[in-house]
């Protein structure tokens, strides 16, 4: 099932030549989560979708690499 997990938003605009309507610069990212509260979406919903859903799924990944490589350090490898 696909569902609010499964959503992440994320917020590098390096590069962009335009922003989504009423955006005027990287600073308006939080209009999306006013957006949703506005949709009636609970707090623990929106922490979700504006990050905890993407460190999450990072997490599950170092877990990943750990299992292959119990000397795994993300410390010592590029960004994701």
């Given amino acids: 099932k696909i569902g609010i997990d499964y959503v992440g938003v994320g917020s590098d605009y390096d590069g962009l ?3 989504p309507n ?3 610069d990287c600073l308006n990212h939080m209009i999306i989560q006013e957006s949703l ?3 009636g979406y609970k707090s623990s919903e ?3 979708i504006m990050g905890k859903n993407i460190l999450r799924v990072l997490e599950e990944i170092e877990l990943f690499c750990q299992s292959f490589d119990p000397a795994f350090d993300r410390s010592t490898h590029s960004q994701v």
């Fill in 46 to 48: 929106i922490e979700k």
């Fill in 17 to 19: 030549d335009c922003l």
């Fill in 37 to 39: 509260e506005k949709r």
């Fill in 22 to 24: 009423k955006w005027n």
